[in-house]
């Protein structure tokens, strides 16, 4: 279902007909969605689109993080005896969840302004020069409270590095990424790092009888934070047009 801004009237209708004719132009297949996702001027948060305050600072900490992560999956003797491509499969899912536990882990905050959208004209020229009529999906206030949000409440439970190390086994042997071969050994490694994490929570919060499901329940909020806004917000600032997926395979294999 296509998302309508009802903040503004100009969505629905172009009053440009010589810009009309080109966004009619474009592959019919993807032409509503593509509509809909170009950037434009909004004040509503699903619409409005952001970008970092302090570029520069942040996006240097979360390549540190970054690198962390990858650190992280490469050290584990469990994820080095899965198939490579299971291996990679695990990392193109679950390398943003386990990032933004990162994220958590080191505390990295940030702030945010309003970008200046650019003009529908020039996005359309700028992805046909480009060979492509995709069009990225630019970070949104509403995205980015998402974030903020799950942040907050991984900051609130103060994690220790342990139910940190064995939450983010729980995140990365994850049995439901399609097409893996050795799901059932994913699968109980899961389980294997649930129940340390149960463990370990009981031992370090032994009067705190709700801690390990409030855990959980937290997790559970990383599927709906983006690798889209993700990549967007923290790495395309520096990295342009080159995909940031084929940088994890190379440090990771």
């Keep these: ?16 007909p010589i810009l009309y004719n080109i966004l009619s132009q474009m592959d019919n297949r993807n032409s509503n969605e593509n509509y809909h996702s170009l950037p434009h001027r909004c004040n509503c948060e699903t619409r409005r689109t952001i970008g970092l305050k302090r570029p520069s600072e942040i996006c240097k ?9 990858i650190h992280f999956m490469k050290n584990l ?67 980015v409270s998402k974030l903020k949000s799950c942040l907050k409440k991984f900051w609130g439970l103060d994690l220790s590095p342990k139910e940190y190390a064995y939450l983010k086994g729980t995140t990365i042997f ?21 129940h340390a ?16 499901a409030q855990i959980l ?12 806004l993700i990549t967007e917000l923290f790495f395309r600032p520096v990295l342009g047009p080159t995909e940031l997926l084929d940088i994890m395979v190379d440090m990771l294999f």
């Excluded at 279902?1 to 440009?16: E, G, I, K």
């Excluded at 399609?178 to 294997?192: I, S």
């Excluded at 329940?217 to 889209?228: D, G, N, V």
């Design 174 to 194: 994850n049995p439901d990424v399609p097409d893996l071969k050795a799901g059932l050994f994913v699968e109980g490694l899961q389980q294997e790092a649930h």
């Design 217 to 228: 329940l937290t997790a559970s909020t990383l599927q709906s934070i983006t690798p889209t």
């Design 197 to 212: 994490l149960s463990e370990v929570v009981q031992l370090l919060h032994t009067g705190d009888r709700g801690r390990f």
């Design 77 to 143: 003797p469990a994820f080095n005896q899965l198939p490579p491509n299971d291996q990679y499969l695990l990392l193109k899912n679950c390398w943003s969840p386990l990032f933004i536990l990162g994220l958590a882990q080191e505390h990295v905050d940030f702030d945010v302004m309003d970008m200046p959208a650019d003009s529908m004209l020039k996005t359309i020229l700028l992805n046909r020069e480009q060979g492509t009529d995709t069009v990225r999906e630019q970070p949104t206030m509403a995205g």
């Design 61 to 69: 900490e979360a390549s540190a993080v970054l690198v962390k992560t």
């Design 1 to 16: 279902m296509n998302y309508r801004c009802h903040c503004s009237h100009s969505c629905d209708r172009l009053s440009n």
